[in-house]
């Protein structure tokens, strides 16, 4: 099975960065995803990077290194709608895509 | 993106009676579509994997007898949650993708509860 771990939660203050770490051990690798998820609703898509390197996508900006199996999602700017359960997920050699257990960030005035 | 369309978005239902929930992609053909369950402040953890045309795939310690995948066509699959219990109560989601290296998007989850 996959390893993935990221914290359980997060809090920070509006306006402020917060960063997301993720690790992961998986049987191949075929990319890693970061979805939000509010409570009661489905993850929405927020980035995927196979490469590594840094994907920046306004607000939001997704880190991989492969070699260290390693991910972090860096939050700026945090309104308070950003408060959520972060997932990291990763699409394995088998194409099957494995969730961490997702990190709760609070957003605070 | 694409859309995925889950339905029902709720249900509520006896112990011991069948739910059927469906999964639909509506502007693209789903090769391949996924179930998850989600327990409360818990995970996303994997059910089974269903292609078009074929038997679903399903993970380790999910029923196979209990959890009734049909994905008959490329725009729709159904899980049914044969003789449910109130352990079953949890949230299902479904994601669909055009194939293997391409993005899955979810569909709206369905909540489940079994009284």
């Known amino acids: 099975g996959q390893n993935i771990d990221q914290p359980t939660e997060m809090t920070a203050t509006e306006g402020a960065i917060v960063q997301i770490n993720c690790t992961y051990q998986?049987?191949?690798?075929?990319?890693l995803f970061w979805y939000q998820q509010h409570a009661g609703e489905a993850p929405t898509f927020l980035s995927y990077?196979?490469?590594?390197g840094l994907e920046e996508k306004g607000r939001f900006s997704s880190f991989l290194s492969r070699s260290k199996g390693y991910s972090y999602l860096l939050l700026k700017e945090l309104q308070m709608k950003d408060s959520a359960s972060y997932l990291c997920a990763v699409l394995a050699g088998d194409y099957k895509l494995s969730f961490g257990a997702g990190t709760t960030v609070t957003v605070r005035a | 993106g694409a859309v995925v369309s889950q339905h029902p978005s709720w249900v509520i239902c006896k112990s011991g009676t069948s739910v059927k929930i469906e999964c639909r992609s509506l502007d693209f053909q789903a090769t391949t579509m996924f179930w998850y369950r989600q327990f409360p402040k818990q995970s996303l953890m994997l059910m089974a994997t269903s292609n078009e045309g074929s038997k679903a795939t399903y993970e380790q310690g999910v029923e196979k007898d209990k959890f009734l995948i049909n994905h008959a066509s490329l725009t729709l699959s159904t899980l049914t949650v044969t003789s449910a219990h109130p352990e079953d109560s949890s949230f299902y989601i479904c994601s669909a993708s055009e194939g293997r290296e391409t993005e899955a998007f979810f569909g709206q989850g369905t909540r489940l509860t079994v009284v």
């Open positions: 998986t049987s191949g690798f075929n990319g």
């Open positions: 990077n196979v490469l590594d």
